[in-house]
Structures are given as C-alpha cells and as structure tokens.
DNA sequence: TAAGATACCTTATCTGTCAAGGTATATTGA
DNA sequence: TCAATATACCTTGACAGATAAGGTATCTTA
C-alpha cells in the first residue's frame, strides 16, 4: 500500500477508524478487514500503521479497549469509542469535507 | 496552517504546484499567494514546504528553474513544468479523484 | 528612517507510515 | 500427521514530508 494513495489518505487514519468504532466495539483485525472491503480491496491499513493509530486514539482518550473473552481462536483487543472520541469523529469528518473542498478548488478546477 | 487540516493536504502538494504551473511559469511566493486566495485564506503552504516541494519536483524531473531579471525589487527563481511534470500532475489527479472516492466510502458513508 | 512587503533559503525537529521482524492459536488440505 | 494458511496481536528502526525558527536581501510606504 505504498506510494501516493496512502499518503493522501495519510491524515484521515484515526478519522477512519473511529467512525468503524462509532458503529460498534470492533478489533483492528476486523476493521482492517472492513476497510479492504469498502475499498474492494483498494485500500488498507499496514499493521504498523493500525495498532500505532489505536494507542494514539486511547493516548488522547478518544477510544478504551479490553480483551475479549475468545474460548477459541487468536485473541482480540476490543476498542469503545468514548465520547470525546464521538465529538473528535465529528470535528475530523468536518474538517475532511473542508479540506476535500479545497483540493477540488487546487488540484480540480485547474482542468485543461 | 498546523494542525489536522494541512496532514490531509499532505500528499497534494507537489500536485498542487504543479497545476499551478501547468498554467504558466511562476515563482514561489506568487503561487503561495494564489493558493491563499482560491482558498479565501484557509490555506497556504509553510515556506519551508514549498521550497522543499520544489527542490523535490525539481529532483524529479518535473520542473525546471532560471532566475527572472527583475531591474527592480526582490529576485525570483522562476519554474517551468516539463513534459513528464504534465504527466505526473495527470496521474496525480487521478490519484487525488481515486482517493476520493475511497475516503468518502470510509468516512462519510457512516453518517448517523 | 523605520516598518512592512516582497522573495528566497537552511537547519533541526516532529510525526505518521512502513518494512521487517516477532509471538501464538486454530483450521484446512495433502 | 504435518505443513500451510488464516487469525490476531505487537515492536523496532528507518524514512519522508511538514514545520518552527532562524537567516539574507531588496523595495515601498508611512
């Protein structure tokens, strides 16, 4: 997933995964996998880059997490959206609509 | 210009120079000064991205420089977009449009 | 004559991303 | 049975782009 792509979308990780978090608790895994599937597997998060995103979101209290109690299977860190992180998912969606706004003003409008 | 907004813009911004020199040739600042105002204000790169951006391109490929003759005034490193910079800035608004789309798919797609 | 605008540049630092490595368990097919 | 694959988490070191802060030099304006 590197070059250009993921650096735009760079910016707009934590965005993404607390709006998957604001529908309900989830997992890095499985919202990974819900991101390659809304893409059609266009898109995804590198490892790294998910669990690195989910200990910044706690770090700034916009998430909590606890382990899930699997009898089988891997185990799974289990992340709650907290409310300041509802009211952050808000604020971030905004400013994405700003911030599409103006790439289409510098990068669009200039069509030859 | 810190802060969530510009990290979004982040991955456009060779991009964006070079729709702006698509047009014609033009200087650093002069370019600053017509992002501010298609942007009413809300944008405008930090000095030290947008030479960094241009030694970039430069480095490239992208766009060649020369110095104006101004007989009067502060001097100006003037840049020209070459063949393959046309070509990246294409690709690159494809990129933009492509990413786009996804991050509507992921963002926006979950509103409440 | 001082302030502000024009116009360029460098350096050190910060942040997010990523490749590469690791651990562990369960399932599936040869 | 046993190797491969999928699930699921994590850490480390390196890199690239953005930025604050500093600098230089000229011209205009109050």
Redesign the pocket.
């Known amino acids: ?3 250009i792509a ?2 735009m ?6 965005t993404i995964l607390l709006r998957f978090l604001c529908e309900k608790d989830s ?4 919202i ?2 819900q991101i390659l599937k809304l893409t059609d597997g266009q898109y995804g ?5 998910l ?6 979101l706690e770090r700034a209290g916009y998430i909590t ?1 606890y382990w ?1 109690n ?9 992340y709650t959206v907290t409310q300041e992180g509802r009211a952050a998912y808000e604020a971030n969606r905004n400013e994405w609509q700003n911030a599409k706004r103006l790439l289409e003003r510098l990068i669009e409008d200039g069509k030859d």
């Open positions: 997933m590197a070059g993921s650096d979308i760079r910016g707009n990780t934590d997992y890095g895994y499985e990974n996998k998060l590198n490892e790294a880059t669990y690195t995103a989910f200990k910044r997490s899930g699997e009898n089988q299977g891997a185990r799974r860190r289990y």
